[in-house]
């Protein structure tokens, strides 16, 4: 053994053993102790890890191991030093003895192990005899934790009638335990309610449903799941889940009517699309699975469909026909209801679908006469005579009574003066020939009361054609305008022309042109029918001359095949243009119409000229007008016309204009226009100021002055109009307040000293000589 000093850790292990099942959780008294020497002989071997108990409750520290060291000679030199996770407040360590105890309840599920280290110093030197050496204490298991179900309450669906054994839903349940050791955390679940419909799976927690499951009979179940640890073992911690499970509905139930026969009615009178009744199939399925469709069996006669409302499920029976109580009186029909969506895996068991029968009685009403057709169709010729029959329409009353019916035209005010018809007997007639170029054709409605009841009226539309007889004479479609040069040869084509005709021909139109026999000029031009309803005129000669005829007038003949044919003569305007091949229109219009005036182009020219010259002359004069119109008057004298404006052309002197304006001329009674020699400023002001006191605006002077300065501006040409004279001298002697000026203080510039003046420069030199002047004066 090698000098070292080893350090021996007499290790106690505290184990807890179970007599038997049923006392694992009681047994924590009932210990068997047991001491595992463990020493280390090298740094490097780790020390193997003491146990622990959780949950044990005692007043005295439990001891659980001890530390001693080989260099220990029991004479109290030495001290134990315990440090780490827990020391001091968990564990403790004898200093004297190196005994370690345990002073509280550990909990292994809030920390399984406590790292802690160890070392022996010398009481007086305080040096480590043993270098530190570092242990595990691990708390061991006891099943102390109740399985928890984390997720629930839980809430599953599976759909009704699903086989045997289908999975609904997997509940979980956990264990605070330690899983490694024993079976505190081994679970197994069972099912406390349920019965007979569920099952659970022990190990895997997984709920499975029982065969035969009907929605209809019950909807939802309770189950309560039982999870135990100790796989279920006696003593066992165990917990509770609540499971809600919802069967679905699937398309498992048919149609059902509740009344095997319905009995409905309806009015003759009802029009199309009129509700008859309802019918109704129950499916005991909800949603899309208790969708239907209604149909119509056994209904030859086709008066009466069927529709669904998609929100109530009903079936709605419409009049699809007007019913006919002289007619028919009642209906029989089946309808049957079919559900919209089918699982076919329940097709087999049944058909889903229901009938039913429907009885329907036609009620009798007062009805309104009825024509023998809804549309008439009739045909008359144009030209017709006045009271040629068109046609005759036919009503009667369809009630057993048979009231008489009497008939009138209801249409507007151009309708009324072409046809009438007769109120006994329908006979429709015209009142004015009719033209079918006008119109080809009309339409009428009929009315038909009846005169027991003028309330019941019916109406049928009546349609009229006029046909066409050949009364419309052949014409040409448009006004031609034929030209031709001087210089143009025997046979050259100057125009192609056509025809229209208002009339309608069955066989289609065809026409026929030639010249008239009796036209002087057919020996200058001749027709040539094209036969396809076209001809060309042609010339028969070379060379016209302008000068011995400007236009040629030429009568074609137009006719039609019609029965009887029609003629017509359309007059064709040749106008001769003065050209060699090629023809101007323009001028030659314009030499036809000044032909047409008789006047010559030279006679034209001077129309035109002297037009020309009047436009000038008057458009001078308007602009003489206006240049005099926007020249003002008084021009010369412009800028001295003013209004209510005073102008001096007189900037002033500043300092050294000793020779202001004399104010004092506004208020002498003569106007003065000779210039008076300036007084003194000082004096001059104190004696306008003592004249303001002394007169007002009423007074005489002032009223005796402006008239004589209106006197003056009325006689003299010079002088520009006055519209107002301002005085600005007057400063008023009605104030309460007085007078503003310094001028009639008591206090005059005479008690006050201006030598400060002299010093202001000599820009202020006049001023301080008129003030220290004036006080020389003064003095």
């Known amino acids: 053994m090698n000098s070292s000093v080893l350090l021996r850790l007499m290790v106690m292990l505290v184990q807890l053993w179970p007599c038997s099942l049923s006392t694992q959780n009681s047994s924590a008294q009932n210990t068997v102790q047991s001491f595992t020497p463990v020493r280390r002989v090298k740094r490097s071997w780790l020390w193997e890890p003491l146990f622990v108990t959780e949950e044990q ?7 659980i191991g001890q530390l001693k060291s080989d260099l220990d000679k029991q004479d109290g030199n030495l001290k134990y030093i315990l440090t780490g996770e827990g020391a001091g407040s968990f564990f403790v360590i004898d200093e004297l003895n190196g005994k370690i105890y345990v002073t509280q309840k550990l909990d292994r599920e809030k920390k399984p192990f406590y790292t802690l280290r160890a070392q022996a110093i010398n009481r007086s030197t305080n040096l480590p005899v043993e270098p530190e050496s570092e242990f595990i204490i691990k708390v061991r ?5 109740e399985p928890q179900f984390l997720d629930g309450p839980y809430m599953a669906t599976v759909p009704e009638m699903s086989p045997e054994g289908t999975s609904v839903t997997q509940v979980t349940a ?28 022990p190990k895997t927690g997984v709920i499975r449903m029982a065969p035969q499951m009907d929605r209809e009979t019950k909807e939802q179940y309770l189950v309560i799941i039982q999870a135990k640890d100790m796989v279920g073992q006696p003593g066992a911690l165990s917990a509770t889940a609540t499971v809600t499970i919802n069967l679905s509905d699937v398309n498992d139930n048919p149609p059902e009517f509740q009344q095997r026969l319905y009995y409905m009615s309806v009015s003759e009178e009802a029009p199309v699309g009129t509700t008859v009744g309802k019918v109704f199939a129950e499916d005991r399925d909800i949603g899309d699975n208790a969708a239907m469709d209604y149909f119509i069996e056994a209904d030859s006669s086709g008066v009466f469909d069927i529709i669904t409302n998609n929100e109530t ?14 007619r028919q009186r009642r209906y029989s029909i089946q309808v049957k209801a079919v559900n919209r969506y089918i699982d076919e895996r329940f097709l087999k068991e049944e058909l889903f679908e229901d009938t ?26 144009e030209g017709a005579m006045n009271g040629a029959l068109v046609g005759l329409v036919t009503a009667r009353d369809p009630d057993d009574d048979g009231s008489p019916v009497r008939y009138s035209i209801v249409h507007s005010t151009h309708l009324k003066r072409l046809f009438s018809i007769n109120e006994h007997n329908g006979a429709i007639i015209t009142t004015e020939p009719l033209d079918r170029e006008v119109a ?23 349609y009229v054609q006029v046909l066409d007889v050949n009364d419309n004479v052949p014409e040409f479609p448009k006004n031609y305008e034929t030209f031709i040069c001087e210089n143009t040869v025997s046979g050259q084509l100057i125009q192609s022309i056509s025809a229209v005709d208002q009339d309608d021909s069955a066989e289609g139109h065809h026409f026929f042109f030639s010249l008239a026999q009796e036209d002087a000029n057919s020996s200058h031009f001749t027709v040539k029918d094209n036969q396809d309803n076209t001809a060309g005129i042609f010339t028969r000669k070379s060379g016209f001359s302008r000068q011995e005829q400007f236009f040629f007038y030429l009568p074609i003949l137009i006719q039609d095949n019609g029965t009887p044919p029609l003629t017509s003569t359309n007059t064709l305007t040749v106008t001769v243009c003065d050209c060699d091949t090629e023809v101007n229109t323009f001028y030659c219009r314009y030499g036809a119409f000044m032909y047409s005036l008789g006047l010559s182009t030279e006679a034209l020219v001077a129309v035109f000229a002297c037009i020309l010259i009047f436009l000038v002359f008057f458009l001078a004069i308007v602009t003489i007008r206006q240049q005099q119109q926007k020249k003002p008057p008084f021009s010369e004298k412009m800028e001295d016309f003013r209004e209510n404006i005073v102008s001096y052309d007189d900037e002033g002197g500043g300092e050294e204009d000793t020779e202001a304006f004399d104010i004092s001329a506004l208020r002498t009674r003569t106007v003065m226009r000779t210039h008076k020699p300036r007084k003194k400023v000082a004096s001059e002001i104190q004696s306008l100021y003592r004249q303001s006191l002394q007169v007002g605006p009423d007074s005489a002077i002032f009223r005796q002055f402006i008239s004589e300065k209106l006197e003056e501006a009325n006689t003299d040409p010079s002088v520009p109009p006055y519209d107002s004279l301002q005085t600005y001298a007057f400063e008023g002697t009605g104030s309460l307040a007085g007078s503003l000026s310094s001028l009639g203080s008591n206090t005059s510039d005479m008690d006050q000293s201006y030598d400060y003046l002299a010093d202001w420069g000599p820009h202020f030199k006049q001023l301080a000589g008129m003030y220290s002047s004036h006080r020389t004066v003064g003095d």
């Open 57 to 63: 409750i005692s007043p005295d520290p439990v001891y």
């Open 141 to 145: 298991d006891v099943n102390d934790n």
């Open 174 to 201: 956990t264990d605070a335990d330690d899983p490694s050791y024993g079976n505190s955390a081994r679970l197994l679940y069972s099912l406390l309610e349920g019965q007979p419909y569920f099952s659970v799976e």
């Open 313 to 326: 499920q009903e079936g709605i029976i419409l009049l699809k026909k007007r019913v006919d109580y002289e």
């Open 356 to 381: 039913t029968i429907v009885k329907i009685n036609v009620e009798d009403a007062d009805e309104p006469p009825v024509f023998t057709l809804e549309n008439y169709m009739m045909e008359i010729v």
């Open 440 to 462: 080809s054709w009309h339409n009428i409605t009929v009315t038909a009361t009846e005169t027991r009841n003028p309330e019941k009226i019916s109406e049928a539309n009546v």
